[in-house]
């Protein structure tokens, strides 16, 4: 009797780990680089944990939401990872499931831990500047220190910020707006700003992270609006540039993360959510792709440390912007901005 039980036993444990094998999850996510990580150091360890296959489905933030958008209520995605703006609009859709709070969850910086909980941050990325010294020092030009430095006259034609439909450039306006009087709920100072003092200086409004990159590498570019983890990728190829933290502050980037409401995988999405945010996961995202940990308790090698957002103290000097306004504005801006700004 007990051998027949012992063997029913293992017949169930068989016949659950056969289930968990076949489950599939579906992630949408960011191409290139991040896909390759993804697929060679983040879903294996996930996959021999929980037997479940991942399959990653690439694109763009705004191609991820507008999947989630055509697909909602028949949702294929169950884990969507986009930037922070989109995924607010997600939220703000209905399309994200509420996190569940617990394990790596709970581990998380305030600041990681989105509004309505709905979607956390897996990612810090510093949107700041960044300048080719070898430029700078031909000209005599000390290293810049401040967004204001934008509108100054003498880099006439020598500026390169990605237009407002890239999250650079939509943040330079709000960084603009609130530096000279304004905000993200007053916008008129920073488009003021913006039409009359920067564009003037500005060569490109650069929308492909190639070609940005290849502009300040060659000092075509000598001042640009980027993020840390996009320079340094410059910066490791050779080319002398230098990430800023402006004297204001940086503006936090993250990119995010939630399962999708009505996910045919909801559990594993949670679960694959959990890993993301670990501890591990997250040293091996800074380490490749240079976003600052999220998890406080995340580990990394010094010269890791000197590369990305780590820590209390760069953490909460990042600037937060309001994207309750931001979204329900942002089509407005961006009419605005093609008239009045990138003409």
């Known amino acids: 009797m007990r051998k027949c039980l012992y063997v029913i036993s293992a017949l169930a444990i068989s016949a659950h780990v056969n289930a968990q094998a ?79 709070d617990g394990g790596a969850i709970k581990e998380l910086y305030p600041n990681a831990r989105m509004v309505g909980d709905r979607s956390i941050g897996i990612g810090f990325i510093a949107a700041g500047l960044a300048y080719n010294k070898e430029v700078f020092a031909k000209n005599g030009w000390k290293a810049p220190t401040s967004w204001q430095d934008l509108a100054d006259p003498k880099y006439k034609q020598k500026v390169v910020i990605p237009p407002i439909t890239n999250g650079y450039g939509l943040l330079t306006l709000v960084m603009m707006s609130r530096l000279n009087g304004g905000g993200e709920d007053k916008m008129d100072p920073g488009f003021d700003v913006m039409a009359k003092k920067v564009a003037p200086n500005v060569l490109a409004w650069e929308p ?83 976003w600052g940990p999220v998890n406080k308790t995340t580990k990394l090698a010094p010269d890791v440390v000197k590369r990305v957002v780590y820590g209390p103290e760069k953490v909460s000097a990042l600037i937060s912007p309001n994207y309750d306004i931001i979204n329900a504005k942002r089509a407005e801006w961006t009419s605005r901005w093609n008239r009045a700004v990138e003409r």
């Open 22 to 100: 076949a489950e599939t999850i579906y992630v949408g996510g960011y191409g290139g680089s991040t896909e390759q990580l993804f697929k060679e150091k983040i879903i294996p360890p996930f996959e021999a944990k929980t037997g479940a296959k991942v399959v990653y489905v690439p694109g763009n933030s705004t191609d991820i939401l507008a999947k989630l958008q055509a697909q909602k209520g028949k949702q294929e995605i169950s884990v969507a990872l986009i930037d922070d703006g989109p995924m607010y609009q997600a939220v703000g859709q209905g399309l994200c499931a509420k996190v569940e």
């Open 208 to 290: 492909s992270p190639g070609k940005m990159a290849q502009m300040l590498q060659t000092g075509e570019g000598a001042l640009v609006v980027w993020g840390n983890g996009r320079v340094q990728a410059v910066t490791d190829q050779g080319a002398p540039v230098e990430f800023v933290y402006p004297k204001e502050g940086a503006v936090v980037i993250m990119t995010a993360a939630c399962v999708v409401e009505g996910a045919p995988q909801a559990k594993l999405g949670q679960q694959f959510l959990q890993h993301v945010a670990s501890a591990d996961s997250q040293a091996v995202l800074a380490g490749s792709q240079g």
